[in-house]
């Protein structure tokens, strides 16, 4: 481009000033560079905040819907930032219960839980074949926590507590346990109350066994040699033993512990439990004809008939339906203690001797001892199983921490933001570092310009003496007005 004549500004112009000013610029570029990245990084250490990462990942049919490992829905968001959660670890950190009460709700303002899907493998029909699905769980740095801690690195400890913990109840929450117990002989039990008693924890084990059969169909005990269905097949073989123990008894009449006795009791009980179930009914039928004859009929101009029953309708019919069942369930009692009084009627224990009767008790012991020994070694079975079951694949790999906890630093100051004001501080110093070449440029030149008129002056004033000296006298001195050196020589009178 060429230079414009009018004294403008032109590009030439400014590359002359860039070559002129280049040490100026590169020593002002280097400083701006240095002081503004101090500052940069000044400011940074003040606004940026600091988070914590760790990451867990999920190993179950389902996990992609949201399930839990037995199909129900599963909310890991709220269950990772669960107070409960969140207290146990600080817990297991040995924070004081004054500064669990402090961090709690701290914690779980700035925790924040996101679900990511990552390693996809998709079939060439466009149908997801697997994926790792985990959550990322970020804990922010807060100056209220700061408070609160003791060193940063305490923010990684809770972390991983918060994370560990969740784990552990997950799997705690999914794994199979049990609270049954072995039976010991019941000595101080008559018959029938053994029986019961026995029956009752045969009936409960096998609940259990089909409420894991269901859970896990397909786990198969490498120990024991049987899945969870498996095991309830041999509970009813177990239970087959305790019936043999009951037919025993009641086909030999064995009234060893008053079993007699106890049966009129229990007939009384059921006859007591029906007779009051029928003076309610009785009543209830009363009140409930009282309160059908008393319907709020409304007549619309439709002429649909419109029937408003009171409200006292729906409780006194359920209190009906429970009376209904407590008196089937007792009829039910008293047709069995019946059946077995009948059994008992044709026998005649108390007529045998002391031998037989010894006989026969022997052999119901060892009949009882069958059935408890039989529920303990499946108890004991099942027990193993359990343990098998939550250590193997099927509860340890449920969900695992797949990156251990990670400090990463969140600040406002971010590389682009950095090089943008790193870039105009060093256009401000190569435009200063111009000036001041052009201004110090000016300023020489000002100088040179002085320098050279102080020359000029003084050749000028030489040349004046010069002249001075080399000039004759015109005439003496007036008298009176003394020498001529002691006044001042016009310039007029020189020439």
């Not at 969140?86 to 669990?100: H, N, P």
């Not at 923010?155 to 117990?181: D, Q, W």
């Not at 179930?277 to 008939?305: F, R, W």
Request: overall charge negative; proline content about 2%.
């Amino acid at each position: 481009m060429e230079e414009n004549t009018n004294g403008e500004l032109t590009f030439r112009k400014i590359w002359q000033q860039i070559k002129k000013s280049g040490v100026r610029i590169i020593v002002y570029a280097f400083i701006a560079i240095i002081v503004c990245g101090g500052i940069l990084g000044i400011c940074d250490i003040f606004v940026s905040q600091s988070q914590y990462e760790t990451r867990i990942t999920y190993y179950y049919s389902g996990a992609e819907l949201g399930e839990n490992p037995w199909g129900g829905q599963e909310d890991v968001v709220s269950d990772i930032k669960s107070a409960n959660n969140v207290s146990t670890a600080l817990e297991k950190l040995q924070y004081s219960d004054e500064e669990k009460d402090a961090l709690v709700n701290l914690i779980i303002r700035n925790l924040n839980v996101m679900s990511t899907v990552d390693k996809e493998v998709v079939s060439e029909a466009g149908v997801l074949m697997s994926a790792n699905y985990s959550y990322r769980i970020v804990l922010s740095q807060d100056p209220a926590i700061d408070k609160l801690l003791k060193s940063r690195n305490d923010y990684n400890n809770i972390l991983s507590a918060v994370t560990t913990n969740h784990i552990e109840t997950f799997k705690r929450k999914f794994s199979f346990s049990t609270s049954l117990g072995n039976l010991t002989v019941l000595d101080s039990y008559n018959a029938f109350q053994k029986y019961d008693t026995i029956r009752g924890y045969l009936n409960a084990f096998s609940e259990e066994s089909k409420t894991w059969a269901e859970k896990a169909p397909a786990f198969v005990s490498t120990s024991q040699d049987m899945s969870f269905a498996s095991l309830n097949t041999r509970i009813q073989m177990a239970s087959q033993k305790l019936e043999n123990y009951l037919n025993f008894i009641l086909f030999n009449g064995i009234n060893a512990h008053g079993e007699i006795q106890y049966v009129e009791l229990k007939l009384k009980e059921a006859n007591d439990t029906i007779a009051n179930c029928e003076e309610k009914l009785k009543t209830l039928n009363e009140v409930l004809a009282v309160i059908m004859q008393n319907y709020d009929v409304n007549l619309p101009s439709s002429g649909t008939i419109i029937v408003n029953p009171p409200a006292e309708l729906k409780t006194v019919v359920d209190d009906i339906s429970q009376a209904v069942s407590e008196k089937t369930l007792a009829q039910t009692d008293k047709n069995s203690w019946e059946t077995r009084k009948t059994y008992f009627n044709s026998q005649d224990f108390d007529s045998k001797t002391e031998e037989q009767k010894n006989a026969l008790i022997n052999t119901a012991n060892t009949l009882e001892l069958e059935a408890i020994n039989e529920y303990n070694a499946l108890v004991d079975g099942y027990k193993l199983m359990i343990e098998e079951y939550n250590s193997g694949y099927n509860v340890s790999s449920l969900v695992r921490m797949t990156s251990v906890p990670t400090q990463s630093t969140n600040s406002p100051i971010t590389v682009k933001i950095g090089l943008i004001v790193e870039l105009m501080v060093l256009i401000i110093a190569v435009i200063i570092a111009m000036l001041v070449t052009s201004k110090k440029g000016a300023m020489v030149l000002k100088k040179k310009a002085a320098e050279e008129s102080q020359e000029v002056v003084l050749i000028e004033n030489s040349q004046v003496g010069d002249e001075e000296e080399n000039a004759e006298p015109q005439g003496l001195p007036a008298q009176g007005l003394g020498d001529p050196t002691d006044r001042d020589i016009d310039s007029s009178e020189v020439e």
